[in-house]
């Protein structure tokens, strides 16, 4: 997912070269705005957290792209392509990473990825209701 900062940011095009040229294959895209019930239930892992309130109003910000990556091992190699979740560390640690490129802080990290093969059938089927194999 590009969030909200990555779409408003333009970064999505400089994303996408790096999805492809990382071997990723985009199977289907689309944008939405996502409302709070939507960020609160995807998030719901989130909710006993100091900063729930300000990561829904984050991802309520403005539209997001979703897309369904395909590639071996997709799961691991994404995480490590967009880096680690604070993106002001990641500048430093990952300077090439996604996060480290469009991102600016623990919060505003412009890209989400799936953490396991389970959690990205979750994610798949809560915004495209569809299930996928493997
Ligand atoms: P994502 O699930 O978005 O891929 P992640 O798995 O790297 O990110 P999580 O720990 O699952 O990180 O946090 C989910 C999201 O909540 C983060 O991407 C970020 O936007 C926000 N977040 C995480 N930690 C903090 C924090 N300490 N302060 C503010 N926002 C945070």
Not at 2 to 28: A, E, H, Q, V, W
Not at 48 to 66: D, E, H, I, N, Q
Not at 113 to 126: H, L, M, Y
Request: charged share 25%; glycine share 6%; aromatic share 8%.
């Amino acid at each position: 997912m590009i969030k909200p900062d990555g779409l408003s940011g333009n970064y999505t095009d400089r994303i996408k070269n790096l999805i492809s040229d990382s071997g990723f294959t985009i199977c289907k895209e689309r944008i939405i705005q996502l409302d709070e019930e939507s960020v609160m239930s995807f998030y719901a892992e989130h909710s006993s957290r100091s900063f729930f309130g300000s990561l829904v109003k984050y991802m309520t910000s403005g539209p997001v792209l979703l897309m369904i990556l395909e590639k071996e091992n997709a799961v691991a190699d994404w995480r490590a392509l967009i880096g680690p979740t604070d993106a002001s560390k990641a500048k430093v640690t990952h300077p090439h990473s996604i996060r480290a490129l469009c991102g600016l802080d623990s919060e505003k990290n412009c890209v989400h990825g799936s953490d396991s093969p389970q959690s990205a059938q979750r994610e798949i089927s809560f915004f495209f209701e569809e299930k996928i194999s493997g």
